[in-house]
């Protein structure tokens, strides 16, 4: 029989089957946790940081990534805390500085409140999430893409750059990208660097609706719930 643990994310009390992530835990009950390399049912990696939360524990605090850490009984959670929300902006402010032309991620960066980006934009075509790599391993068993190199050096590359005869071509390694996500209108532009102001004015027009799904678009392909 499947047994259930208790906890409580940003006061809602949640009861969940053992062995869920703090992260799919909060997305089931409409809380949006801001999130880029997690996806549901591919081994979590902790690569981003974006989904970053609170947790109570014996009269202490430590704050960790929601997506590697499981649920257990009386937990307390807060995912939008002060401290959270400063953190979670300069991670997402970062983000937007390293691929300031993906639509999935200045869509995230507008969510966590970045107005404007004070590092210099970097202009990367991926950002290391590894969805394509776990993607291609886990759900295709194919191993078809990898990890290569350390530090700045490292990128996502096919064996000796040629898509291998056991590549099943089923494109999961681009559906789940967030940098194939098709850009807004105004993507940023070297030399032009501002966010789009389209998401800005979603999310302006929700300050009066807390409640409401900004339509950040992190829906279609991030699994959010809120919708
Ligand atoms: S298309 Fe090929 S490389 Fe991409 S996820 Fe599928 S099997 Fe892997
Ligand atoms: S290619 Fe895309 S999905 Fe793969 S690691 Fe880079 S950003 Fe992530
Ligand atoms: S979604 Fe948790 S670290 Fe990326």
């Known amino acids: 029989m499947e047994q259930y643990v208790s906890l409580t994310i940003d006061g809602a ?16 009950y409409g809380i949006c946790i801001p999130h880029l390399c997690h996806v549901r049912g591919l081994t979590p990696i902790g690569a981003c940081r974006l ?17 590697t850490l499981e649920v257990e009984e009386g937990m307390r959670i807060l995912a939008h ?44 075509n991926c950002v290391l999430c590894g969805r394509c790599v776990r993607a291609c391993d886990e759900i295709w068993q194919s191993k078809s893409l990898g990890f290569v190199g350390r530090g700045l050096a490292r990128t996502v590359r ?31 532009k070297k ?13 302006s027009m929700s300050e009066n609706f807390p409640d409401s799904c900004v339509d950040c678009r992190l829906g279609e392909g991030f699994g959010c719930a809120r919708k």
């Open 51 to 67: 989904c970053i939360v609170e947790v109570f524990k014996n009269g202490q605090s430590k704050v960790t990534a929601s997506c």
């Open 81 to 124: 805390s002060e401290k959270i929300l400063k953190a979670r902006k300069n991670i997402a402010e970062m983000l937007v500085a390293e691929a300031p032309n993906s639509r999935a991620i200045q869509d995230i960066a507008v969510r966590c409140g970045v107005k404007s980006v004070r590092y210099p934009f970097r202009h990367e």
């Open 158 to 188: 096919l064996p000796f750059d040629v898509r291998p005869d056991y590549c099943k071509k089923c494109n999961y390694c681009i559906d789940l990208c967030p940098m194939t996500i098709t850009p807004c209108p105004g993507p940023m």
């Open 13 to 28: 009390k949640i009861r969940v089957p053992k062995g869920t992530a703090v992260l799919d835990a909060a997305l089931d």
């Open 191 to 203: 030399g032009n660097e501002a966010l789009c102001g389209l998401c800005e004015s979603q999310l």
